[in-house]
């Protein structure tokens, strides 16, 4: 076949392409083999790797969530604990001041310096106002942020309008209650609105210093004296501390530290709480919070739920946000599922697009059954949010090593291969001259007795049959010498 294809080729060009084609191809072929098999695997590793990492991601997503629930839980439980402890204090306002001074809880916040705004983590009261009140509604001691409020600015808080948001009805709901129920208000305060919160930037996290919400959940419950109603007691929870729960937390960070001073709202990873009636309590943008009308004309009132897109969306427009009432927006009706699933109960998860994100939330309730709130619901629930480009990190990370590997892998094979290559090619130029040369040599010896040189030594020694070609020319060299010794004889 060599002799159709390569009719003009010596032994030596036929010799190596024989051997290449016998050797060096299959080479090829099983090394591209390789190679694709190392890439197949490769993706079928990061797919897989991809997915179970998604999944535990999303399980990890989740068992926070329920811890956070959990620790909200506990904290307004032990609030409960505080309310208990405070009826049976003696009443005076050096006694409620040591108690308001040894209820103190950490919160990070931004703080305004002339070298511009820092972020700082302080003590502050846990309680902005604790108070008794009479059984007609007057207050008789009040402090306020640790400090005592004079006689002059006692009031009737049986008036809501006279309470600090001019709506409460705390000391009615209490008053009517029996001996040992404790009263827990829903949250309560001033509504912030977004261009309040964020002036001219366009996130939080660019504005750190903006207005915050500021409000109170109230305990509250009946003194008795002698059998006696005397009166009641107020603990007015800061909400603020309510709002540490969430408002650092992001489910990228690690599981050891998953808190960060300013979350990136921007990119829905983050965390917040809603009530056990539909309203966001706690979110890192507070003009999605309810609460009450500070303008003159309305004080007090409670504000409306947004029902149109610019009730969010717009600086001056914005309202709280009652998460069964979004559904109007396209791309939040996923979301407007989660207070039905919530109230009963039990932790789930979903994913959802939101703003051009593929988003994950993973929610569970809050199992605090305090005042008016009742199995299965409790006080709400918490929800933490995560982008799926966020979600991806460890699977993206594990699938860059796998990747990485890979490279790896294919780099050595390849020089593996190129260096068998090489071998073999060597080895293919040494056996094809190793015959060749002896063929040359015996050739060139061949044409030179055929000139009548018939004294030649022939110096090629081999035992194989390049050897025993040798030695028939060798013979031929002789036999011809001594027939032309003869013919020169007659």
């Not at 005397?230 to 729960?245: C, N, Y």
Request: aromatic content about 8%; some cysteine.
């Amino acid at each position: 076949m060599l002799e159709k294809f390569m009719p003009k080729f010596g032994i030596l060009a036929k010799v190596l392409v024989s051997f290449l084609l016998l050797a060096i191809a299959p080479l090829v072929v099983l090394g591209i083999l390789s190679l694709q098999g190392i890439s197949q695997i490769g993706e079928k590793a990061v797919e897989d790797s991809r997915e179970s990492l998604d999944l535990k991601s999303a399980d990890a997503i989740q068992i926070r969530s329920i811890d956070l629930a959990h620790s909200v839980a506990r904290f307004l439980r032990e609030r409960e604990n505080d309310i208990n402890t405070f009826t049976l204090l003696p009443r005076n306002s050096e006694n409620y001041l040591s108690f308001s001074q040894t209820r103190q809880g950490e919160i990070w916040k931004a703080v305004v310096t002339p070298g511009g705004v820092r972020e700082a983590r302080m003590m502050k009261p846990l309680y902005k106002e604790i108070s008794f009140v009479s059984p007609t509604g007057q207050e008789q001691i009040k402090i306020i942020n640790d400090r005592i409020v004079p006689p002059e600015h006692l009031y009737d808080v049986s008036k809501p309008i006279n309470t600090r948001y001019k709506s409460e009805a705390y000391f009615n709901e209490t008053i009517n209650r029996g001996r040992n129920e404790i009263y827990v208000s829903h949250v309560t305060g001033f509504y912030v609105n977004k261009y309040e919160m964020l002036g001219d930037s366009t996130s939080v996290k660019d504005n750190p210093a903006g207005k915050r919400f500021s409000g109170v959940i109230r305990f509250a419950k009946q003194v008795y004296e002698n059998n006696e109603l005397v009166g009641i007691v107020v603990l007015a929870l800061d909400h603020t501390h309510l709002m540490e729960f969430t408002d650092h937390l992001t489910p990228n960070a690690p599981a050891k530290d998953p808190y960060v001073f300013a979350v990136d709202d921007t990119k829905g990873n983050e965390a917040y709480m809603v009530d056990d009636e539909g309203w966001i309590i706690s979110h890192t943008r507070d003009w999605m919070i309810r609460g009450v009308s500070p303008r003159l004309e309305n004080l007090g009132e409670p504000m409306q739920p947004a029902v149109e897109a610019s009730h969010i969306q717009d600086h001056f427009l914005s309202r709280p946000v009652q998460l069964d009432k979004v559904g109007f927006m396209e791309f939040l009706r996923d979301i407007a599922k989660i207070p039905s699933i919530a109230a009963e109960g039990k932790p789930e998860s979903l994913w959802y697009h939101w703003s051009g994100h593929h988003s994950f939330v993973a929610f569970a309730p809050i199992p605090y059954y305090g005042g008016d709130y009742r199995v299965p619901a409790g006080f709400g629930w918490v929800a933490i949010t995560a982008d799926v480009k966020a979600f991806h990190e460890a699977a993206n990370e594990t699938a860059a090593q796998i990747r990485s590997s890979q490279i790896r892998i294919v780099t050595l094979a390849i020089i593996v291969i190129s260096c068998s290559m090489v071998i073999v090619l060597l080895v293919a130029m040494w056996l094809a001259r190793s015959i060749t040369r002896p063929v040359i040599r015996l050739t060139d010896l061949a044409n030179r007795i055929s000139m009548g040189d018939l004294g030649l030594k022939i110096d090629v020694k081999s035992s194989d049959e390049i050897g025993a070609l040798s030695n028939s020319i060798s013979r031929l060299a002789i036999s011809l010498q001594a027939a032309m010794k003869r013919l020169s004889r007659r």
